[in-house]
């Protein structure tokens, strides 16, 4: 059998001196630099979709939403986990494991977090060959452990349910404090590596797809690294334009991905002088804003993407005739089928 050659990562750049001037890149990405290899090449660049069927808009108001679920690993965490990852390479904290080199000899990605973060580490880890060892609580759908493990993964699911993820955390920094040399622990909420994947992705994405129309950018927060670096990427280009944070209405809610801030530990990354107006959406409205996506657009996403594009049908609502409303889809709704929410008609 013919054996296909691969380029390691770290090989030395190519010689492009001796190039004709015809073929010869203008600019070329340093050939360490992780972020060109295939797989985290691939993530981003998502389309830009116009709703029109899931909700009434007034008119001149139009309203875009950013398909995240189309990334590689199935959600716009895929953005934010290369962007630690590649960071963490460059501040000399990871390696990408030479040809030969057995990936126990590297250290390993280690995260609590049972949704898709930890499924963009594991697909990443598996890319590049670094080990990842994920730690959740123990009622963790099986769907998602099975995904994590199929990538890979090192999956500790033994944090029992009534600890929760703070458990998880708790367990994280104990494994990590005994053997600190072997991991490397991202902490996505409090790495700016994580916001800096918005400001230079999705934001700059979104402000060329949109042909600098966006007036509006409206986005739930989990760790708050998508509505902070997409915001601050977009004022930059207009000071105008207004960002909507999307908040569930209570504590105990079903909106998965997203956190009620006033009732949790605020992420260090979330400056709320940066956030121009909250929008509260229930679970129900999200849950039944999801299906609409799903039954009146073809879109088939996450509850998330539901309550988003709820909040940014109120802010449609009021909004000036020229408006453009830009929202995120950060998840894909194969993530969540053996909800009940699918079935209510
Ligand atoms: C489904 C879903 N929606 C929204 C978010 C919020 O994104 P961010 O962490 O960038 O605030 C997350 C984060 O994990 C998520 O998984």
Not at 176 to 195: H, I
Not at 237 to 256: C, K, T
Request: aromatic letters at 4%; one cysteine or more; proline letters at 7%.
């Amino acid at each position: 059998m013919q054996s296909i050659e691969t380029t390691p990562l770290h090989a030395a750049a190519p010689q492009t001196a001796t190039l004709p001037d015809t073929i010869r890149p203008e600019t070329t990405l340093p050939a360490a630099d992780v972020r060109s290899h295939p797989l985290l090449a691939a993530i981003g660049h998502t389309p830009l979709i116009e709703l029109t069927r899931v909700g009434d808009l007034p008119g001149g108001v139009r309203l875009l939403a950013k398909a995240e679920f189309m990334n590689p690993g199935g959600s716009i965490k895929d953005r934010a986990a290369a962007e630690m990852v590649a960071d963490g390479i460059d501040r000399g904290l990871l390696t990408v494991p030479s040809p030969g080199q057995a990936p126990a000899e590297v250290p390993t990605i280690i995260d609590a977090t049972s949704g898709n973060t930890g499924i963009a580490f594991a697909m990443i880890g598996a890319s590049l060959g670094i080990p990842v060892t994920l730690v959740m609580p123990e009622n963790t759908s099986p769907e998602r452990k099975a995904t994590m493990r199929h990538l890979g993964a090192t999956v500790i699911d033994t944090v029992p349910a009534e600890d929760g993820s703070d458990g998880a955390f708790e367990m994280v920094r104990e494994i990590v404090a005994a053997n600190p040399g072997r991991y490397f622990y991202p902490d996505q909420y409090d790495n700016p590596a994580n916001t800096r994947a918005h400001e230079w992705g999705t934001g700059a994405e979104i402000w060329q797809q949109s042909g600098g129309t966006v007036t509006h950018f409206v986005a739930s927060m989990g760790t708050s690294g998508t509505l902070m670096g997409t915001s601050r990427r977009l004022k930059r280009e207009n000071s105008s334009v207004r960002s909507i944070a999307v908040q569930p209405d209570s504590p105990l809610h079903g909106i998965e991905g997203t956190k009620h801030m006033a009732s949790t530990i605020r992420p260090s990354i979330l400056d709320d002088s940066i956030i121009d107006e909250v929008v509260v959406v229930s679970t129900a409205r999200a849950y039944e804003t999801t299906r609409r996506l799903a039954l009146r657009e073809g879109l088939f996403c996450g509850i998330s993407s539901g309550a988003n594009t709820a909040a940014a049908l109120d802010v449609a609502r009021r909004a000036e005739p020229g408006s453009v409303i830009v929202t995120v889809l950060p998840d894909t709704g194969s993530r969540y089928l053996s909800d009940h929410f699918w079935e209510a008609r």
